[in-house]
């Protein structure tokens, strides 16, 4: 069954890391489809002065945060995401990166409980496969 999300519907989570530059093209071209959708900014062990500005000039919920984005942390980047969201949960959360262009709006999103995402073959470093 498909639905068709609403503003209030969809939490985009966009981390960010020594990128403002991207970052706020991402977030003018985000607010620009969705206007009032929850977004959750996290930094990821940047503590630049600026990323609170950017996020109250988006209206977004600005996080700092450790750097968890190196492997030897394994999954904790992840449940930072997945913590951070289940604070305020809605319908449908959606993970951007800085370099994300939301140039239209989803028009339809499934029903239920749904995982989508990249599924990884190789490893990145060294090109070895996952092994599955």
Not at 19 to 42: F, G, H, S
Not at 63 to 90: C, H, K
Not at 113 to 125: I, N, Q, R, S
Request: with cysteine; aromatic share 14%.
């Amino acid at each position: 069954m498909l639905y068709r999300p609403h503003d209030n519907d969809i939490t985009f989570y966009l981390q960010v890391y020594r990128d403002v530059r991207e970052a706020k093209w991402c977030l003018t071209n985000l607010r620009r489809v969705y206007p009032k959708a929850n977004v959750l900014m996290v930094s990821d062990g940047d503590d630049h002065p600026v990323w609170p500005k950017i996020a109250q000039r988006f209206n977004a919920r600005y996080v700092a945060g450790a750097r968890l984005y190196a492997t030897e942390y394994g999954g904790r980047m992840i449940q930072r995401m997945l913590d951070l969201f289940s604070e305020n949960p809605t319908p449908y959360l959606v993970k951007i990166d800085t370099d994300t262009w939301v140039h239209r709006r989803l028009q339809y999103m499934p029903t239920g409980c749904k995982v989508f995402g990249t599924l990884e073959w190789v490893t990145w470093a060294g090109q070895e496969p996952l092994g599955y």
